[in-house]
Nanobody, 125 residues
Framework: QMQLAESGGGLVQAGGSLRLSCVAS????????MGWFRRAPGKAREFVAA????????YYADSVKGRFTATRDSAKNTVYLQMNNLKPEDTAVYYC??????????????????WGQGTQVTVSS
């Protein structure tokens, strides 16, 4: 089993920044990639970014490209999502997830086996 725990969400004004963290614990040895998804009220879960666990290769949704950056610290079993120039439309619950299959890029929610509980990000205009 694997557990994921996100943190770092909050309320920020448009144009501001937040950094989300996701700590993986338990059976982390077979992680291929970590993903970030979000769900806004009344909308479907949306892919945001993915990063491979070993090499740190990244992939982003067009809506966040150039504003969000995913990184990882393997020694700490932690991935981060640095979010800059936030917009009101970025408001959502953000989830991290672990993918054990070597498909790249893993942009679909069903490619992930483990999920965190989510952290709320609210961007005011």
């Amino acid at each position: 089993q694997m557990q994921l725990a996100e943190s770092g969400g909050g309320l920020v004004q448009a144009g501001g920044s937040l950094r989300l963290s996701c700590v993986a614990s338990g059976r982390t040895f077979n992680i291929y990639a970590m993903g970030w998804f979000r769900r806004a009220p009344g909308k479907a879960r949306e892919f945001v970014a993915a990063i491979t666990w070993s090499a740190g290769t990244t992939y982003y949704a067009d809506s966040v490209k150039g504003r969000f950056t995913a990184t990882r610290d393997s020694a700490k079993n932690t991935v981060y999502l640095q979010m800059n120039n936030l917009k009101p439309e970025d408001t959502a619950v953000y989830y991290c997830a672990a993918d054990r299959l070597e498909n790249w890029p893993p942009t679909n929610w069903f490619e992930y086996d483990y999920w965190g509980q989510g952290t709320q990000v609210t961007v005011s205009s």
